[in-house]
């Protein structure tokens, strides 16, 4: 089975007691996880190292960062470098998040160098694509969603590929309490497996784990994980509270 995945993004949020606090009633609850389960917790830059000491010991857990440079180093005040990131043993990062792309204008250009970037140093990038409701009430979302993935993605060799995480976070469904139906998340996982097995084959993408973003909750998780295609979840506010995270964690795909 692909690897299932319960990614918890804390955004720019808690102070590092409630970090410390959040993390602790969280595996204080010991989900148990199959071989084939994950928890990613992707904090905070200031909390990376506090969160890699709580997790070090758990089987299945890891940190991921939220970003990274697209530059190894030099004058740039206030960013962080993939090779920084390596070098504390953080080996995932989120990219490409929609909030990242909007309000900081990311483009699928600047994405791709630092996919690159994030491979070259070990790290397995957790890369974010979906479309806005406009897009979506357009009848374009899957071919917006392509020309994401094929922007970013697609000078990949099939190797590098298999490091990949896919999220699918459609943006109208982002802190809005809107969620995408489980149907509609099977469709666009569905599609988005389909331009990858154009590119690299169905093996590679049967292989690669497309996590749903937007408005998860401990009550619509099994439901949304339950679709074929769908390997889990990009959490963010359900993810700042233990007892919501922890049914989120349970409803992966045993």
Known sequence: MRKQIAAANWKMNLSY?????????ILSERPTLSGHQQVLFAV?????????SEVDEEAGFAIAAQNCHDKTSGAFTGEVSAEMLQSMGIRYCILGHSERREYFGESDELLARKVDICLNNGIQPLFCCGEALAIREAGEENAFVQRQ??????????????????????????????????????????HIRSVLAGKWGQDTANAIPILYGGSVKGSNAAELFGAPDVDGGLVGGASLVAQDFVQIIKALKS
Do not use: C, N
């Not at 830059?45 to 890699?52: E, I």
């Not at 490091?163 to 995408?180: C, D, F, L, R, S």
């Open 17 to 25: 007691q409630q970090a410390e606090q959040l993390l602790d009633a």
């Open 44 to 52: 905070p830059f200031p909390y990376l190292v506090l969160a890699k």
């Open 149 to 190: 993935l094929e922007a970013s993605l697609f000078h990949l060799t099939y190797e590098q590929m298999r490091q990949v995480i896919i999220a699918y976070e459609p943006i109208w469904a982002i802190g809005t309490g809107k969620t995408a139906t489980a149907a509609q998340a099977q469709e666009m996982h569905a």
